[in-house]
Nanobody, 117 residues
């Protein structure tokens, strides 16, 4: 079992950058696939970025490709989402998640990101 706690959200203007952090505790996360989701009110939760199962390859939603970067610091048990060139459409609650199999099993509490024009 893994506990995930997000931080780094807040208010930004279009074009700004933010870096979200997700601190993992409890069971080591090394065997888990990690990713970032987001959900805006009235919309379904969507996968924003994730690490590939093996090899460090990454996936990004089309809407954030070229702007967002997922990374991790294993020594700190922390995963990051660097968000550049923010747009108002990026406004959402962002969640860190982890899975050991097919399903995303563990979730953080979420952190609000609001981007104004």
């Amino acid at each position: 079992q893994v506990q995930l706690v997000e931080s780094g959200g807040g208010l930004a203007q279009a074009g700004d950058s933010l870096r979200l952090s997700c601190a993992a505790s409890g069971r080591t996360s090394s065997q888990y696939n990690l990713g970032w989701f987001r959900q805006a009110p009235g919309k379904e939760r969507e996968l924003v970025a994730r690490f590939s199962r093996v090899g460090g390859s990454t996936y990004y939603a089309d809407s954030v490709k070229g702007r967002f970067t997922i990374s991790r610091d294993n020594a700190k048990n922390t995963v990051y989402l660097q968000m550049n060139s923010l747009k108002p459409e990026d406004t959402a609650v962002y969640y860190c998640a982890a899975r050991s199999g097919l399903s995303w099993e563990y979730w953080g509490q979420g952190t609000q990101v609001t981007v104004s024009s």
